[in-house]
């Protein structure tokens, strides 16, 4: 069973493979006509005289310098803003702690079975209070890296750009 093949009607079946199949010979033509013109120097190209190295190693420094400057005067501030949302979640667990115990003294006059039943609540309340605590003080931990981590990466970009107010682009390099 011999079948007629029709280029037109298999190109018309899958238009998009036609058109990726052109694409990529046209641009195969284009870079070896590209490739195969002979203009410019005819001396061996020295690509380590393209672009001044030293200038470059100082650029890095001075960024690194920068960062590095940056970070420890925000890690003083992350520290101090740690040590105070710790104290403030301990004394928000020592407040409902004293109110816990102020609820179970109170409930230890009356008959057993509220007592029971305050006591319990009692116990409910501290147990929700510290948990409260600890979860806020890992959430403001996280965000408070997240925070010094963006202003260390702004004030390297501030201190980069404000000392070579030429370098806004890696094309002049």
Same mark, same amino acid.
């Given at each position: 069973?011999?079948?007629?093949?029709?280029?037109?009607?298999?190109? *018309?079946?899958?238009?998009?493979? =036609?058109? !990726?199949?052109?694409?990529?010979? $046209? %641009?195969? /033509?284009?870079? @070896?006509?590209?490739?195969?013109?002979?203009?410019?120097?005819?001396?061996?190209?020295?690509?380590?005289?393209?672009?001044?190295?030293?200038?470059?190693?100082?650029?890095?420094?001075?960024?690194? *310098?920068?960062?590095?400057?940056? =970070?420890? !005067?925000?890690?003083?501030?992350? $520290? %101090?803003? /740690?040590?105070? @949302?710790?104290?403030?979640?301990?004394?928000?667990?020592?407040?409902?702690?004293?109110?816990?115990?102020?609820?179970?003294?109170?409930?230890?006059?009356?008959?057993?079975?509220?007592?029971?039943?305050?006591?319990?609540?009692?116990?409910?309340?501290?147990?929700?209070?510290?948990?409260?605590?600890?979860?806020?003080?890992?959430?403001?931990?996280?965000?408070?890296?997240?925070?010094?981590?963006?202003?260390?990466?702004?004030?390297?970009?501030?201190?980069?750009?404000?000392?070579?107010?030429?370098?806004?682009?890696?094309?002049?390099?």
């Amino acid at each position: 069973m011999v079948r007629q093949f029709n280029a037109l009607g298999e190109v *018309r079946k899958h238009p998009s493979l =036609a058109a !990726g199949v052109v694409a990529v010979l $046209a %641009g195969v /033509g284009i870079a @070896a006509l590209l490739l195969n013109q002979r203009s410019g120097p005819r001396e061996r190209a020295h690509p380590r005289g393209w672009f001044d190295a030293e200038a470059l190693r100082h650029r890095f420094d001075d960024i690194a *310098r920068g960062v590095r400057h940056g =970070a420890d !005067g925000l890690t003083h501030r992350a $520290a %101090g803003l /740690g040590d105070y @949302a710790s104290e403030r979640a301990g004394h928000f667990g020592h407040e409902a702690r004293a109110k816990a115990e102020h609820w179970l003294h109170h409930s230890g006059k009356k008959s057993r079975k509220p007592m029971k039943r305050y006591a319990k609540q009692a116990r409910r309340y501290v147990e929700d209070a510290g948990d409260f605590a600890r979860d806020h003080a890992r959430e403001g931990g996280a965000l408070l890296a997240v925070a010094t981590i963006a202003a260390a990466i702004g004030a390297a970009a501030l201190e980069s750009r404000r000392k070579g107010e030429g370098s806004r682009g890696f094309g002049k390099l």
